[in-house]
């Protein structure tokens, strides 16, 4: 009965530990990836660059009836104040439309040309699936050498490594306006996600879809559906 309790003591023991050794690893990752671009986190009254290739908003959840949530509308009010700041004269709206029945980038882009930017000034990536992807392709397809990407403050850290790690030029300006409804849960999965692109960065996977060049120069109705 005492050599079956001290083994029971013992596997628990060794659980701690590599329980331990996890999270010790997600808690250095994360402070890694944080520190390595936090020069490159600027506020709106910061921003000297005036020669970006694109403001690249990335995606969020949009609701029945084509309204973008309020995490996602925030990103676009923050991209069209840079947008009318003369930082870019380009938007690249990068985010799901996988689906017939799902599409963020066209609901992204008419709230843009609603507020008065011309339509053929704003872009559109149907395939902006992740944040690795939406890089990737904003490098890849759109030709994208120098960005300024705009998400909110928690999600700007990975945007801006991914970026760092695939050779773009890339600065972020948070978008974060208010509250949001289950942050808390974002900010736990963000962990996660931020040692998940620590390990896409160093294997460099293809995205779901490259396709042919679409360069962020040209005519951004190009990519109206």
């Not at 620590?198 to 879809?209: E, V």
């Amino acid at each position: 009965m005492e050599i079956t309790k001290n083994k029971v003591m013992m596997m628990l023991f060794i659980l701690m530990c590599a329980a331990l050794v996890v999270l010790l690893f997600l808690l250095i990752m994360n402070i890694h990836i944080k520190a390595s671009i936090k020069d490159r986190m600027l506020s709106p009254d910061q921003i000297p660059i005036t020669d970006a290739d694109c403001i690249l908003v990335l995606g969020a959840g949009v609701w029945n009836g084509g309204r973008p949530s309020p995490m996602l509308e925030d990103r676009l009010v923050r991209a069209i104040e840079l947008y009318n700041m003369g930082v870019s004269n380009r938007l690249l709206m990068s985010g799901d439309h996988g689906r017939k029945d799902y599409d963020e980038v066209n609901v992204m882009k008419r709230f843009a040309v609603d507020r008065g930017i011309p339509s053929s000034h704003v872009f559109m990536d149907h395939a902006g699936f992740s944040t690795y992807e939406s890089i990737y392709r904003a490098r890849d397809v759109f030709k994208v050498k120098k960005a300024i990407i705009v998400t909110q403050e928690y999600h700007l850290y990975r945007a801006l490594y991914i970026a760092k790690k695939l050779g773009l030029e890339a600065y972020g300006v948070a978008a974060d306006r208010r509250e949001y409804y289950g942050q808390a849960s974002r900010e736990l999965r963000e962990v996660l996600a931020r040692v998940k692109d620590f390990f896409s960065t160093i294997i460099k996977p293809r995205p779901t879809y490259l396709g042919e060049p679409i360069p962020i120069d040209g005519d951004g109705d190009l990519t109206n559906d």
